[in-house]
């Protein structure tokens, strides 16, 4: 199907896609979180209002961010893992809970929610829990949100169905712990998910207030190490490495990825 698909970085994992939907994911839309702080790219502009929907990969509170949500519009619907919805009592919000398997009508999009492997818990000590997942949201092209996963086999089965991949690269600290993917296992995720095309984000945006200095490299590099380690690995995909705050937009369909 021939069209534009719009790709926005907000930073983090927040992604404005439009694509027959306005689609936002795991919204942080704030100059602070909690120790963090911005060090990259805009804070995010009233366009991240009115969107058609919002999907939540997982609970941790650099991807569930109550704040964040806050500023969206009332009614807005927030597809999330299932159990989670308590979390958004009293937020004017609709929650949609979500399992592996579900496919849901947003405008003109369907998004379909599928597997992650990445802690289930909102905090070590809270009692909400909700299984972590990704999202396929199918408008004019097909874009696959990781949200936060580690490397697993089964994104082997977008193989050949999915035109954009969105894969986590880095982190906000100096150090990638838990279920995670650097830039050569995102790199491998690509080659899996076998998408034509890749942007890499989580990484680049968010830093622990005063240690700007340690292992900055973790900070400014993941996306450009990606890019290398999926000329290898990925070498058919084009891989975007844009900056924060900023857009690519993708023609559709996209060239063949025969040959």
Same mark, same amino acid.
């Given at each position: @199907?021939?069209?534009?698909?719009?790709?926005? &970085?907000?930073?983090?994992?927040?992604?404005? =896609?439009?694509?027959?939907? #306005?689609?936002?994911?795991?919204?942080?839309?704030?100059?602070?979180? @909690?120790?963090?702080?911005?060090?990259?790219?805009?804070?995010?502009?009233?366009?991240?209002? #009115?969107?058609?929907? %919002?999907?939540?990969?997982?609970?941790?509170? !650099?991807?569930?961010? =109550?704040?964040?949500?806050?500023?969206?519009?009332?009614?807005?619907?927030?597809? =999330?893992?299932?159990?989670?919805?308590?979390?958004?009592?009293?937020?004017?919000?609709?929650?949609? *809970?979500?399992?592996?398997?579900?496919?849901?009508?947003?405008?003109?999009?369907? /998004?379909?929610?599928?597997?992650?492997?990445?802690?289930?818990?909102? &905090?070590?000590?809270?009692?909400?829990?909700? +299984?972590?997942?990704?999202?396929?949201?199918?408008?004019?092209?097909?874009?696959?949100?990781?949200?936060?996963?580690?490397?697993?086999? *089964? @994104?082997? !089965?977008?193989?050949?169905?999915?035109?954009?991949?969105?894969?986590? /690269?880095?982190? &906000?600290?100096?150090?990638?712990?838990?279920?995670?993917?650097?830039?050569?296992?995102?790199?491998?995720?690509?080659?899996?998910? !076998?998408?034509? =095309? $890749?942007?890499?984000?989580?990484?680049?945006?968010?830093?622990?207030?005063?240690?700007? &200095?340690?292992?900055?490299?973790?900070?400014?590099?993941?996306?450009? $190490?990606?890019?290398?380690?999926?000329?290898?690995?990925?070498?058919?995909? +084009?891989?975007?490495?844009?900056?924060?705050?900023? $857009?690519?937009? %993708?023609?559709?369909?996209?060239?063949?990825? *025969?040959?």
């Amino acid at each position: @199907m021939t069209g534009l698909l719009k790709i926005h &970085w907000l930073g983090h994992a927040t992604v404005l =896609l439009e694509d027959r939907a #306005r689609i936002l994911t795991d919204p942080v839309l704030t100059a602070r979180l @909690m120790h963090l702080r911005r060090r990259a790219g805009p804070v995010p502009p009233d366009l991240t209002r #009115r969107v058609d929907a %919002v999907v939540v990969s997982h609970l941790h509170a !650099d991807h569930l961010h =109550l704040p964040s949500l806050a500023l969206l519009d009332p009614g807005t619907p927030v597809l =999330l893992p299932r159990g989670a919805a308590p979390l958004l009592r009293g937020t004017g919000l609709e929650p949609v *809970e979500v399992a592996v398997g579900d496919v849901i009508e947003v405008a003109d999009a369907t /998004v379909t929610v599928v597997p992650a492997v990445h802690d289930d818990r909102r &905090w070590p000590w809270a009692a909400i829990r909700g +299984d972590a997942v990704g999202y396929v949201v199918t408008g004019k092209g097909t874009t696959y949100f990781a949200g936060d996963t580690s490397l697993f086999p *089964e @994104m082997g !089965d977008l193989a050949g169905s999915t035109d954009v991949a969105l894969l986590p /690269v880095g982190g &906000w600290g100096p150090s990638l712990r838990g279920h995670h993917m650097g830039p050569e296992d995102a790199a491998r995720a690509l080659a899996l998910v !076998d998408a034509p =095309l $890749s942007v890499p984000i989580h990484y680049g945006t968010f830093w622990p207030r005063g240690i700007s &200095w340690v292992r900055n490299h973790l900070f400014h590099e993941p996306g450009r $190490s990606f890019a290398t380690h999926a000329q290898r690995l990925a070498p058919r995909a +084009d891989v975007r490495v844009i900056a924060p705050g900023t $857009s690519t937009s %993708v023609e559709l369909p996209l060239p063949s990825r *025969e040959g």
